[in-house]
Structure formats: C-alpha cells, structure tokens
C-alpha cells in the first residue's frame, strides 16, 4: 500500500507565483520522519528538509516553507515567488521508526513535476 | 556534496546478461541503500546495508542481490537482466541510518534490451 501520496503529478506555474505541493502519509507509528527531496531536470536528489514526528512546528528557509500537520497527515511544501530554477521534480518521504528493522528505509511519494515559465 | 560515486552512469546490455553496479562512498558512513526510479513509482528502496556483509531486503529485491565486503563499496548485482529492471539505479548512504538524511550519488542509467 502506497504509504506517501503526492496527488499532484504536475504543476505549471508563471514565475513569482507562490507553488504548493501536497504531501499525504500514512504510518501506524507514533514516531516518524518526513523528509522533501529536490530532483532538477539534470537528476541528482537534492535534499532539503527532515522533520519529526514530535515536531509539529512550522518551518521556513529562504523562499521554501513546510506546513506539518499530523491531525491531517500532511507535510505539504511552498515556494513562495518561484523562480525558473525551481523547475524540478519534488520527492517525499516517509522513514518509520517504530523498530530496528526500519534501519532508515525511506518510503516515496511519485513526486510532484513542478514547470515554472518566465 | 556526499561523496558518493556510482558506477558505470549509464550502461545498455542485454536480456539474460548478468549486471553489476557499483556505490562507494568516501563518508565512512554505516549505512548504504539502493533505489530504482521508475515513472509513476517515485523511488522504491531494493536492499540496504547497516554495516559490512550487513545488507537486507527492500521492497523490490526480486531479481537483484548486494554484497557489501568494505564499508566504502555497495555492489548491486543483476544476475541475469530482464527488460523489467531498465531503470534509474541510485545509491544513497546515511550515518546513522533510521531517521537520518539520506544523500544520493548521480545515478545510473541502465537500458535492458
């Protein structure tokens, strides 16, 4: 059962538009963590962002912001005032920590195409 | 950047041609994973290492073994290819596995004919 869900497969966006990418999980666990991946058209991951479980609060770098929810299971992604530069497919992901075996095995969402156009 | 190299980047072979990648890390870091990247899939985890001659099972293994005799090498080894493993092959390693960053090398693109 897919255990990440990025309904999103493509957004299209004008640059300077603010972008938000949606992220669904689904985890018995009470401990876990999300991680958001960057892969940019040359295909390397670039990583960007880990959160906990415990740690609900909101964070923002820069242009990038992240809005964690655990009552919706959600750990959705903006950019706000997007640039050409962030045309890239965005990644997230689950790891479950609720025994030794997870051993920090991460679980993908398909990703999320994000086009920005001058 | 991790210092994380795959080899070949890219390779086309065969149906029923036995197929070996390469990971090594220069970090010293415990952990080592392979993915595939498939359209519509995102990347689904095929073994993983927690130390030397350490390794296990991902989600799709079938079709695919690892060894792992040195800390810095994480072989992934196709022993005979199908058209259905033509993929993106990534190679991840972590310091200290659950929980933690996961940093990638460049990839490999393998075409199965």
């Known amino acids: 059962a897919q255990k990440v869900t990025q309904a999103q497969t493509e957004i299209s966006v004008v640059e300077k538009e603010d972008v938000t990418l949606d992220c669904v999980y689904e985890t018995r666990d009470t401990t876990y963590y999300l991680f958001w991946y960057k892969q940019p058209p040359s295909g390397e991951l670039v990583f960007l962002i880990r959160?906990?479980?415990?740690?609900?609060q909101n964070e923002i770098s820069g242009r990038y912001s992240w809005n964690f929810q655990k009552s919706t299971s959600s750990f959705n992604f903006t950019i706000t005032a997007s640039q050409v530069v962030d045309s890239a497919v965005y990644f997230c992901a689950l790891s479950e920590a609720g025994t030794t075996d997870s051993w920090g095995k991460l679980q993908f969402g398909a990703g999320t195409q994000v086009v920005v156009t001058p | 950047d991790a210092g994380i190299t795959q080899s070949p980047r890219h390779k086309v072979t065969e149906t029923g041609t036995p197929v070996t990648l390469r990971c090594h890390q220069t970090?010293?870091?415990?952990?080592m994973y392979w993915y595939r990247q498939d359209p519509g899939h995102g990347l689904r985890l095929i073994h993983y290492s927690y130390g030397v001659k350490d390794t296990d099972k991902g989600e799709v293994s079938d079709g695919y073994s690892v060894s792992r005799s040195k800390t810095e090498d994480f072989l992934l080894t196709l022993e005979s290819a199908t058209s259905s493993q033509t993929s993106v092959y990534f190679c991840a390693i972590s310091e200290r596995g659950r929980n933690q960053p996961q940093h990638f090398g460049d990839g490999t693109r393998l075409s199965i004919l």
């Open positions: 959160r906990n479980s415990f740690d609900e």
């Open positions: 970090e010293n870091h415990r952990y």
